[in-house]
């Protein structure tokens, strides 16, 4: 280890979702704080385009490689070898790999290849959630997590579920997800409003990747009864497999017309800063990021009570929590809020709060930090 700030290269998914926004936000907060930081993937995360200054973070594409010999390509293996050149070029001290498989596999092979760098490792939840439901990668996962110098997790629920689906007894340290409340914050021009909602409407909006496990359907379906009671318009932001079915049920409830599919929308925080309620519906999830940049905004959330959810929207004080599945108690509970004009302003100013007292930066990046002296120093 050196005796300036270690080196740190960051292994992690660079398309939209919660794992690569926390990667791409704590690279960047770390760089800030005076370490020279790697990212090392098939592209560049999607966060940190045009976050880039001379001296960092800097970015290193991992090289694809076909031959006819080979069914499929090798990626963890790609992986493996430029972040080995890394490395080795950079003097790296430490790699940070956002989820078991396949990152931590990579970084624990440039380990043995380089005899450098020491490796921690974030656990984000579907590697961990896959396994439980699906084997096909428990013995290199668990390998992952037992062989890496320090495991972190985003949840309490998801540092339980890995212990028990993992029979690992190591430590795993809890270190939630945080937002930037400068960035996430109301936007109370009504012009920005008016480009997506009628003053009379309730703004409801949902954000995820579509996954069968986010449950859009049942947003569709929450959403149908609120609209069956007040004026509403629901934003879906994100794309993924379910979107389809999404757009096909909210055609048959005869609310297409007051429901938009806005894709895979960058400035989201911009949505988030004018919306009423945020949906999350998911049958699992181990934090939801999402729903903290929501709350940031000042947006009340209504969500399943599942994985880490509770961590972070409490009920009755920041949002409403229901069993999964159950679509009426969520409609209700967002009637609640929407039909009451003080218990809103309570509930979006309780959620600003837990997004600044307990998830701010300046609480969470520190624990990394130690985290990351703690490793490089064994
Ligand atoms: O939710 C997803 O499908 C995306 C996934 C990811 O890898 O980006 O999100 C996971 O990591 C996020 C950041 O830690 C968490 O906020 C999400 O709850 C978690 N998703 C699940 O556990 C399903």
Redesign the pocket.
């Known amino acids: 280890a050196s005796s300036t700030a270690p080196k740190i290269a960051v292994l992690c998914?660079t398309g939209a979702?919660?794992?690569?926004?926390?990667a791409t936000e704590l690279g960047l907060k770390v760089a800030a704080a005076g370490h020279e930081v790697h990212f090392v993937g098939a592209a560049m995360p999607f966060r940190l385009t045009g976050c880039q200054g001379l001296r960092g973070p800097y970015f290193h594409q991992v090289g694809g490689f076909a031959y006819a010999l080979f069914e499929q390509p090798f990626p963890e293996l790609s992986a493996a070898n430029t972040l080995s050149e890394v490395i080795l070029e950079h003097g790296v001290d430490l790699t940070h790999a956002h989820?078991a498989i396949p990152h931590a596999s990579a970084a624990l092979h440039a380990r043995s290849i380089t005899g450098k760098t020491r490796v921690m490792t974030t656990l984000?939840?579907?590697d961990v959630?896959l396994v439980g439901t699906e084997p096909a990668f428990r013995h290199t996962t668990r390998h992952a997590i037992e062989r890496s110098d320090h495991v972190t997790a985003?949840s309490h629920s998801?540092a339980a579920e890995t212990r028990a689906v993992f029979g690992v007894d190591r430590d795993i340290e809890v270190i939630h997800?945080f937002v930037d409340s400068d960035r996430f914050r109301r936007i109370t021009d009504p012009g920005v409003r008016a480009r997506f909602a009628h003053p009379e409407e309730a703004l409801i909006v949902h954000v995820?990747?579509f996954?069968p496990?986010?449950r859009v359907e049942d947003v569709v379906q929450v959403f149908a009864r609120i609209a069956s009671e007040i004026p509403a318009r629901l934003l879906m932001i994100g794309d993924g497999p379910e979107r389809a079915r999404a757009f096909e049920l909210a055609r048959e409830l005869g609310v297409i017309g007051r429901t938009q599919f806005l894709g895979s929308f960058p400035d989201v925080q911009t949505v988030l800063g004018i919306s009423d309620l945020f949906l999350l519906t998911?049958s699992?999830?181990?934090?939801?990021?999402?729903a903290l940049e929501a709350m940031s905004c000042e947006v009340p959330v209504v969500a399943s009570n599942a994985?880490?959810i509770p961590e972070v929207v409490e009920h009755g004080v920041n949002g409403f929590l229901s069993q999964v599945g159950d679509v009426d108690d969520m409609a209700h509970g967002a009637l609640k809020i929407l039909r009451d004009p003080e218990l809103y302003r309570q509930m979006g100013q309780a959620a600003r709060r837990t997004a600044t007292e307990r998830f701010h930066p300046r609480l969470i990046v520190p624990q990394y930090l130690a985290a990351y002296r703690k490793t490089v120093e064994g």
């Open positions: 998914h979702g919660g794992s690569g926004v926390v989820y984000h939840g579907t959630t985003v998801l997800n995820s990747n996954r496990i986010k998911s699992h999830e181990s934090f939801g990021l999402a994985g880490g």
